[in-house]
């Protein structure tokens, strides 16, 4: 369903398993910028009066998924550490080119996002069949379900505003193809997408 390329490693559940605080600040901090990308959509392109609204309602989402995840955090009687650079979406985000038309770019930051989801959703599925601590896989297969839902919405989106269908599609395989390349590197930490 997600179309991804190349799956995680389920190994890599091992590596987060050893520093379950370590992902949680990551993912507590994906939750942030989850909502801040929302924003930033709102900001960008505020003459699209339903992506607008959807938005808003994603920003809320967003947040109150931060909340949960800060929670569990302070549940544990420890303190959201500081955030660290995400590698994944800083070379996720450098496939398409900078500048184009206003909807070239809304597009390329839809797919951009549409992958991000698609990939926390890929991450949160293995977490919520593999992790030892049942309450926590619990909390990660009811967000596993709403990263599907972020994920079908931003390509909707990219899909409805692009030029053509058959050009978005074309541009998500080609993206799908990059994520994978990107990925052999990664699965390697603690972190949502590393």
């Not at 992958?115 to 959703?121: G, V």
């Not at 390509?155 to 692009?162: D, F, N, P, S």
């Not at 269908?165 to 990664?186: C, F, G, P, S, T």
């Amino acid at each position: 369903m997600l179309g991804l390329k190349l799956p995680t490693d389920p190994r890599w559940v091992n590596i987060v398993e050893k520093n379950i605080e370590e992902i949680l600040t990551d993912h507590a901090y994906c939750e942030q910028k989850a909502a801040s990308t929302a924003i930033s959509l709102i900001v960008s392109f505020p003459e699209y009066t339903d992506l607008v609204q959807d938005m808003i309602a994603l920003v809320e989402e967003e947040m109150s998924h931060f909340k949960m995840v800060h929670d569990l955090i302070l549940e544990r009687g420890w303190v959201m550490g500081r955030d660290r650079k995400d590698h994944y979406v800083s070379k996720l985000t450098q496939f398409f080119p900078k500048g184009g038309s206003r909807t070239t770019q809304l597009i390329h930051r839809l797919l951009y996002a549409a992958l991000i989801e698609a990939r926390s959703c890929e991450r949160f599925r293995l977490l919520s069949e593999e992790l030892q601590d049942k309450k926590l896989a619990r909390f990660y297969r009811k967000l596993m379900i709403s990263e599907a839902n972020h994920y079908t919405l931003f390509l909707g989106y990219a899909r409805k505003y692009g030029d053509s269908v058959e050009e978005v599609n074309r541009k998500w395989q080609e993206l799908l193809n990059y994520e994978a390349d990107i990925m052999k590197d990664l699965g390697k930490e603690e972190t949502i997408h590393g």
